[in-house]
C-alpha cells in the first residue's frame, strides 16, 4: 500500500468534488475550469511539525490559490505550506 506523507512543514489536503452540477440563476451550466477553486477541505496528513494546530481529520480553511493539486491513486489532494491554512474549521453548540 502506498500512502502520501508529506515533508518540509507541508500539509496534504483531501479535495472533495460537488457532486452537483453548479449552475447559474439563469440555469447555465459553469463548465469545471471555471468553478471557483474550493477552501475548506479534510487534513490527511501533517509532516513533521513541532506545536502543529491541527491534525489529520480536521477540517481547515486555506489561503484560495495556495499549494500544488495532485492527483494520487484516484483521489485529489492538495499539498499546501502550513503557513498558509488560515483556521480550524470547528462544530459548536448554538446558545
Known amino acids: 500500500m502506498k500512502e502520501l506523507q508529506p515533508i518540509n512543514q507541508n500539509v496534504l489536503l483531501e479535495l472533495t468534488e460537488d457532486d452537483l452540477e453548479?449552475?447559474?440563476a439563469g440555469g447555465i451550466i459553469i463548465p469545471d475550469s471555471a468553478r471557483e477553486k474550493q477552501?475548506?477541505?479534510k487534513v490527511v496528513a501533517v509532516s513533521n511539525?513541532?506545536?502543529?494546530e491541527i491534525v489529520p481529520g480536521d477540517y481547515v480553511?486555506?489561503?484560495k490559490y495556495s499549494g500544488t493539486e495532485i492527483e494520487f491513486e484516484g483521489k485529489q489532494f492538495?499539498?499546501?505550506p502550513y503557513a498558509d491554512i488560515l483556521s480550524r474549521v470547528v462544530e459548536t453548540e448554538s446558545i
Open 22 to 24: 453548479q449552475k447559474t
Open 39 to 41: 477552501e475548506v477541505a
Open 49 to 52: 511539525i513541532e506545536n502543529a
Open 61 to 63: 480553511l486555506y489561503k
Open 78 to 80: 492538495l499539498l499546501l
